[in-house]
């Protein structure tokens, strides 16, 4: 398959967005390198041509009419935009920086060496330093749904600063400070990075790349599955989910008699099953994207089966919860209940539906009617008064239904 513009600027070496995988599955870069590279999923096209737009947005934006454009991917591009340069400003004001100090540029691809050998690179969406001070800023644009871990946490932000800070001379200071962030649609994550943060970041990448480079042969170094394996273009030739499946790694013997075992086993057990687990489903969803993926290729082959998106899923987005809080204190509902009806840690995505069953209760609607897609809509578009977003879920496969038998009016059917 011919290299894309993005892994010709690349040149083979690792970026920043793998930089992840290469830290905790040192075996995955040369896999990859020979692995049949399948094509990116209409996702990660998405996300490339919102990228595109954010940044023509940015630079030119009269080059925008020239070309076709999705309207929804176009709105994803402009709130990004403006969400930027509002955190940008954020940042500044909390700072006490004045933003007219900073030099900002967009999509500009470093280089990271060490020893003079060239170790990653990274195209950073937006980034600033101060003309003068030890100071930058790292702005990551995601348009996709899924949550990241937090910048702190976050080994692509991380590298984008270390990137930054060996690029542009005088952040090569003790004092320097490099505030890093996610701008998502669904969530805010900042981070402030010191020079111990980038000096610690440093010592795990180049060990990381320096054993890499050691073992470019596949299969050279060991490999260890976790949430990187989701984007591993190498699933499909990976040994270890490959094993996983027929053993989970070879410590239980066929999955089958771990089935029977769970209920009895202790927590050092469970731990390891845990994580075995987790290999397996690494591997039946390989093994799902590759079916996937041969009926998006020979579509003509696979006529049974067709995308189709299920219904929009309604979130709260936790920047506007203090005003959604308040309007529902008209109904009777208290910030806690709001709070309590969302997921997880509460202040990232919440869906709504545990909010729709107690926005009627409220309302004395019977909370466990039938609630009809448009009956919750219209109640919820009332109560929420709009601070409710809208995402259609990604279209997934689906067998056709046969075409229903043509029986003739007026002729009986034998059995
Ligand atoms: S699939 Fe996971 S374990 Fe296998 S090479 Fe890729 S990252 Fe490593």
């Not at 060496?113 to 690179?121: D, I």
């Not at 995601?142 to 871990?149: A, R, T």
């Not at 809080?325 to 509902?333: F, M, P």
């Not at 990604?394 to 029986?407: D, E, F, N, Y």
Request: with cysteine.
């Amino acid at each position: 398959m011919k290299p894309t513009e993005e892994e010709d600027e690349r040149g083979g070496f690792i970026s920043g967005s793998k930089l992840s995988r290469a830290i905790n599955c040192q075996g995955a870069h040369a896999l990859e390198l020979v692995a049949n590279t399948p094509p990116p999923k209409w996702f990660t096209e998405a996300g490339t041509r919102i990228a595109d737009l954010i940044d023509k947005l940015a630079t030119d934006p009269d080059s925008v009419n020239d070309i076709d454009v999705d309207e929804e991917e176009m709105e994803t591009a402009l709130f990004l935009l403006n969400k930027k340069a509002t955190k940008f400003s954020e940042i500044c004001e909390e700072q006490g920086y004045n933003p007219d100090d900073f030099t900002v540029f967009h999509e500009e691809r470093f280089w990271y060496t060490h020893e003079a050998t060239p170790y990653y690179s990274g195209k950073l969406d937006t980034g600033a330093y101060h003309k003068t001070k030890p100071i930058a800023v790292v702005i990551d644009d995601k348009s996709g749904w899924m949550e990241l871990p937090p910048p702190w946490m976050n080994d692509q932000l991380k590298s984008y600063a270390l990137l930054l800070y060996q690029n542009v001379p005088h952040l090569t200071n003790k004092e320097v400070k490099i505030h890093v962030a996610t701008n998502s649609r669904f969530w805010d994550q900042e981070a402030t990075l010191d020079f111990d943060d980038l000096r610690e970041f440093h010592a795990i990448a180049v060990n990381a790349i320096k054993a890499i480079n050691l073992n470019p042969k596949p299969y050279g170094l060991p490999l260890r599955a976790g949430e990187w394996c989701r984007y591993c273009d190498a699933r499909m030739e990976c040994p270890l989910l490959r094993q996983g499946l027929v053993s989970i790694e070879g410590n239980y013997g066929p999955p089958v008699e771990i089935y029977e075992k769970i209920r009895q086993m202790d927590v050092p057990e469970i731990e390891a099953v845990l994580i075995a687990s987790e290999t397996v489903n690494f591997a039946v969803k390989a093994i799902y994207d590759e079916a996937e993926r041969r009926i998006q290729k020979s579509p003509d082959e696979f006529k049974q089966f067709e995308y189709r998106s299920g219904p929009s899923r309604r979130v709260l987005v936790d920047s506007t919860l203090p005003e959604v809080a308040s309007n529902l204190a008209d109904i009777g509902v208290t910030g806690e209940e709001v709070l309590s009806c969302l997921r997880g840690d509460a202040l990232t995505i919440g869906k709504t539906s545990k909010l729709e069953k107690l926005i009627y209760a409220k309302l004395n609607l019977d909370p466990d009617a039938k609630i009809t897609h448009k009956d919750a809509d219209e109640v919820m578009v009332k109560a929420l008064g709009g601070f409710v977003g809208e995402k259609t879920p990604a279209p997934k496969l689906w067998k056709k239904k046969p075409p229903k038998k043509q029986v003739a009016k007026g002729k009986e059917v034998k059995a």
